[in-house]
């Protein structure tokens, strides 16, 4: 595994820990200030100004989360790199009720910051299945 | 624009002239051997064997199509491209019955090849109405 590649798993682990622990901020701290979202069936979000309020009333303060992903590809070209894999997703209610679970597949395009570190820049994911399906 | 968007910009608009002229060879034409497709709510397709059984079932023989695709941002990184942005897509079905409208996002990873030319390698999309706003 390449330095690049490293640094790269160490954002995404570091995403991961974040929404698993409902830490708002140290998600954000993950993705580029121009990042762009583009969740299914939602508008886009663009700008992490814009992620910040949409990612709060849509995820962090409804539910308590259980992410897991992991790359099936991840190429580094120069100061971006895309990634694209596979994930699961459990939502519980914090008001109580009905877990959800989905599973599904994601882009990722990472760029690669002044100080070295890499953030997410663009992502887009989709569910493996009808949204009925629970 | 330089020489790669150009041809970049090509091959999206050779796709949407074979989605509509209903053109699936042609369609075929502009993807990667080994390209892989990630459709909202169903598993990714890997492979063009693959996605051309799934694009023939899904998409081509049931519907007219009707596509309009923009891309909002293009980077080139060598051999390799990223561009995401939106499309409208009207299905019409081949035995009748009400279109159906959907509007998305997507990003597509593109693929340089030695002569120039690029593909399609990696493609997902989104629709960006809820679930139940068909038409």
Excluded at chain 1, 47 to 53: E, F, L, S, Y
Excluded at chain 1, 81 to 102: E, Q
Excluded at chain 2, 122 to 128: C, L, N, Q
Aim: net charge neutral; hydrophobic share 40%; proline share 5%.
């Amino acid at each position: 595994m390449s330095a690049e590649t490293a640094a790269i798993n160490r954002t995404a682990k570091e995403y991961l820990s974040a929404i698993n622990s409902g830490d708002l901020n140290q998600w954000l701290g993950t993705l580029t200030d121009d990042v762009v979202c583009l969740p299914p069936d939602q508008p886009m979000v663009s700008g992490k100004k814009a992620v910040r309020p949409w990612v709060k009333k849509t995820f962090f303060d409804p539910f308590k989360m259980k992410l897991n992903f992991s790359f099936d590809e991840l190429e580094v070209l120069g100061s971006s790199a895309f990634g694209h894999g596979r994930f699961t997703l459990a939502l519980t209610p914090r008001a109580g009720g009905k877990n959800a679970k989905i599973a599904g597949k994601f882009v990722d395009i990472f760029r690669r910051q002044s100080d070295g570190a890499w953030k997410f820049a663009r992502v887009i994911w989709n569910s493996d299945k009808p949204a009925s399906g629970g | 624009m330089s020489a790669e968007s150009d041809a970049i910009n090509r091959i999206e608009q050779e796709l949407v002239d074979a989605v509509n002229a209903g053109d699936l060879n042609q369609f075929l034409g502009t993807l990667a051997d080994d390209v892989m497709y990630h459709p909202p709510e169903q598993p990714r397709i890997t492979g063009k064997n693959a996605v051309h059984l799934w694009l023939k079932e899904t998409f081509f023989d049931p519907f007219r199509m009707r596509l309009g695709l923009t891309l909002d941002e293009l980077e080139v990184l060598g051999s390799l491209a990223v561009g995401h942005g939106r499309f409208a897509l009207l299905l019409a079905p081949r035995a009748g019955g009400s279109d159906t409208r959907m509007t998305g996002r997507f990003i597509h990873i593109f693929r340089g090849n030695s002569d120039g030319s690029w593909k399609f390698a990696r493609v997902i999309w989104i629709s960006d109405q809820p679930a139940a706003g068909g038409q």
